[in-house]
């Protein structure tokens, strides 16, 4: 399950990019409001869809390491 670790990383970076992008649209704009309110929606997304993809990751390591148990027993 390499490629869902890379997917939860990436779900990380795009977080932490959109909060520095709300961080810095603060500064630059001096208000609070869609540009600064998009990217904090986005970061919850992320997160959401980190925990997610974290969840579906360990479901399978758990349900292959169950099937590995079955097949030794079977044997």
């Known amino acids: 399950m390499k490629i869902l670790q890379i997917f939860e990383r990436m779900w ?5 990019l959109s909060i520095f992008v709300a961080i810095f649209n603060v500064f ?9 309110y998009m990217p904090i929606v986005c970061g919850i997304l992320c997160v959401f869809l980190w925990r997610n993809l974290k969840s579906q990751r ?3 390591e758990k349900m292959q390491s169950q099937n590995e ?7």
Do not use: I, R
């Open 12 to 16: 990380l970076v795009a977080f932490g």
């Open 58 to 60: 360990k479901f399978s």
């Open 28 to 36: 630059k704009y001096q208000k609070f409001d869609n540009h600064v």
């Open 69 to 75: 148990d079955v097949d030794k027993k079977e044997e």
